[in-house]
């Protein structure tokens, strides 16, 4: 199951419960709300390396065989227009 994203406020709202209980004594309910606190976090992190990675794939495809700057530059600061080597 995924839920995207999660709002901020269910988040701080989720951490607000996590000390009320903890103040409360119930450690186990604590340590739960806790682990849910971290695979929340830990998942939208997750997501975004994933969708980083799967642009960089197709990012890979955008960019290849495209001149490097040194090229460009040799390219755009020729005087005359014509290629090197020709009179």
């Excluded at 903890?22 to 975004?48: F, N, Q």
Aim: net charge negative.
């Amino acid at each position: 199951m995924v839920c995207q994203p999660p709002h901020p406020d269910s988040l701080m709202g989720l951490r607000r419960l996590r000390e009320e209980v903890k103040e409360r004594g119930d450690e186990c309910l604590a340590m739960l709300l806790a682990g849910i606190d971290m695979y929340t976090s830990v998942g939208r992190e997750w997501e975004l390396l994933e969708i980083m990675r799967k642009f960089a794939h197709e990012a890979e495809e955008m960019v290849q065989n495209t001149p490097s700057a040194a090229e460009l530059k040799k390219l755009y600061e020729r005087e005359d227009g014509r290629e090197e080597g020709e009179a």
